[in-house]
């Protein structure tokens, strides 16, 4: 049974294990943590960790999106990037001339996969994402949401 979601689900800090696998068989792996902390527009998603390449090189990253009240999702620049199916499901993102297919899996609720297949002249991977509730960030969401 799967469960349907709302903005405010999404509230605090997440643990996160990102998988990439491009077509060319090279791979890489982001370990981090997701923060989603109230905004006026809905809750301003910010993830934070460390990417590490197939060859052992690693680097820190980030990324930054709006999730806005009715589940759609938004790049810092205002641009659309796709909406969530409250209940899980099939989502997708048209970037000019690379197409995002998309799915969210609530199954397991609180924890969440969320998998991209990117198809395009100039790109070609697929990611995997789980997120985790992060019960150990408790000091972390206490002073990230106050």
């Not at 910010?46 to 390449?53: A, D, N, Q």
């Amino acid at each position: 049974m799967t469960h349907t979601v709302t903005l405010t689900d999404f509230t605090g800090v997440w643990t996160l294990d990102r998988a990439i696998q491009h077509a060319d068989g090279l791979r890489a792996r982001f370990l981090g943590q997701a923060i989603w902390r109230p905004d006026p527009k809905g809750l301003a998603y910010h993830e934070t960790g460390e990417m590490v390449l197939g060859d052992g090189t690693r680097f820190l990253a980030e990324r930054r999106y709006l999730w806005a009240h009715d589940l759609s999702v938004w790049f810092e620049d205002g641009r659309l990037f796709h909406h969530i199916p409250p209940n899980g499901g099939e989502t997708a993102h048209w970037c000019d001339p690379d197409h995002y297919d998309g799915h969210y899996d609530f199954a397991d609720w609180p924890e969440f996969t969320v998998t991209w297949r990117v198809r395009g002249p100039r790109k070609d991977y697929g990611m995997e994402t789980r997120y985790r509730r992060a019960r150990d960030f408790a000091d972390a969401a206490a002073r990230a949401l106050g």
